[in-house]
């Protein structure tokens, strides 16, 4: 069982930056692979980066790469998404999931966090 909650969420306004952690409870974090995704008011659930579960390897969405970077601290159980260059339709709520498999596809993750706000004002 992983516990998984978002913080680092607000109001920024376009071209700035904000770090998203996700802190995940229980011993087997490093075990897990994470991701990010967000969901936008009427809009579906879409896929923004992951990490394995060493860190070595990373996936981004087209639509952030090269403004966003993953990460993770094993020893802290926490996983950062650092977003620069923020564009007003980066506004959602983000969600860190985990799964013990690194994925794209949201339906596979088995764990999810409740979700932080990011607001990015024109």
């Known amino acids: 069982q992983v516990q998984l909650v978002e913080s680092g969420g607000g109001l920024v306004q376009a071209g700035g930056s904000l770090r998203l952690s996700c802190a995940a409870s229980?011993?087997?974090?490093?075990?897990?692979?994470m991701g990010w995704f967000r969901q936008a008011p009427g809009k579906e659930r879409e896929f923004v980066a992951a990490?394995?579960?060493?860190?070595?390897?990373?996936y981004y969405a087209d639509s952030v790469k090269g403004r966003f970077t993953i990460s993770r601290d094993n020893a802290k159980n926490t996983v950062y998404l650092q977003m620069n260059s923020l564009k007003p339709e980066d506004t959602a709520v983000y969600y860190c999931?985990?799964?013990?498999?690194?994925?794209?596809?949201?339906?596979?993750?088995?764990?999810w966090g409740q979700g932080t706000q990011v607001t990015v004002s024109s």
């Open positions: 999931a985990a799964q013990t498999a690194l994925t794209t596809i949201g339906e596979e993750y088995d764990y």
């Open positions: 229980g011993r087997t974090f490093s075990s897990y692979a």
């Open positions: 990490i394995s579960w060493s860190g070595g390897s990373t």
